[in-house]
């Protein structure tokens, strides 16, 4: 059992932290099922996807990934 406030993120699955993504804060996790701060958000690709993983994380970390992750709007 886990202290529920905190998330859960798995192999495979990408996390960013919405007040800091202007810096580039956001990264592909990759390694046993572990906990994250609950400031952070999760997402992974879809099983369908053919997007390759790393090519998406090298555009979300570059100034336009940034500037569309910015533009969303998740409240």
């Known amino acids: ?3 529920q406030r905190y998330k859960l993120i798995r192999d ?3 996390a960013y932290n919405p007040a800091r993504v202007n810096v580039g804060s956001i990264a592909r996790y990759e390694g046993p099922d572990a906990l994250i701060s ?5 997402f992974r690709l879809s099983e ?5 993983p790393q090519f998406l ?8 990934g ?10």
């Open 57 to 64: 994380l090298h555009y979300l970390k570059s100034r336009h």
């Open 66 to 75: 940034r500037e569309q992750i910015e533009g969303f709007n998740f409240g």
């Open 48 to 52: 369908a996807s053919t997007l390759d």
């Open 1 to 3: 059992e886990y202290n």
């Open 12 to 14: 495979g699955e990408f």
């Open 38 to 42: 609950p400031f952070y958000t999760v």
